[in-house]
């Protein structure tokens, strides 16, 4: 602008601005310009798209950790539980064998037919639902299973107080 200035100052021209309209550069300069710019775009695109997929991997990554996790966390609850029912269960358990053993001491006849009519029942059902039976044969000597139901109705009257617990049934 100077070289501008200083030349057309002898002839009472002061330039103080220069604008430019158009320029025409080479058709090889703009093919490089326009290879350039799109080389930038095609690098910000894979920028972008790996940064995608990074953090898409991370997320996948992060709740397969969590879903380990609360998989742990309910196994181990679960497991608790069920040592708990087996420990409540077990427990059950031990009060009626005392029961029953004391009943047995005292020389109660109905406790053993507890622990018969008892065992029964569970052979009986085992029996029954065995996938591989297709044929149940149920005893003809009934009048023992009732025997044994009897004896333990007993027993339960016994332990039950005042005999309210349970209502009187028919005997014949």
Known sequence: MLTIDSATTPWGVKVVRIEIKDITPPANLLEAMARQMKAE????????????SRAAAILRAE????????????RKEAAYRDAEARERSA????????????????GDIQAINYFLAQKYIEAFSLLASSPQQRTVIIPTDLAAL?????GVRAL??????????????KRS
Do not use: F, M
Request: glycine content about 8%.
């Open 41 to 52: 775009r095609d690098k910000r695109a894979e920028i972008t798209e790996a940064e995608g």
């Open 146 to 150: 009732g025997g044994a139901v009897e």
């Open 91 to 106: 427990a059950a358990e031990a009060t009626a064998t005392t029961t029953v053993s004391e009943a047995i001491a005292g």
């Open 63 to 74: 709740g397969h950790k969590q879903a380990t996790i609360l998989e742990a966390e309910a």
């Open 156 to 169: 339960l009257d016994s332990a039950t107080p005042n005999n309210t617990a349970l209502p009187p049934t």
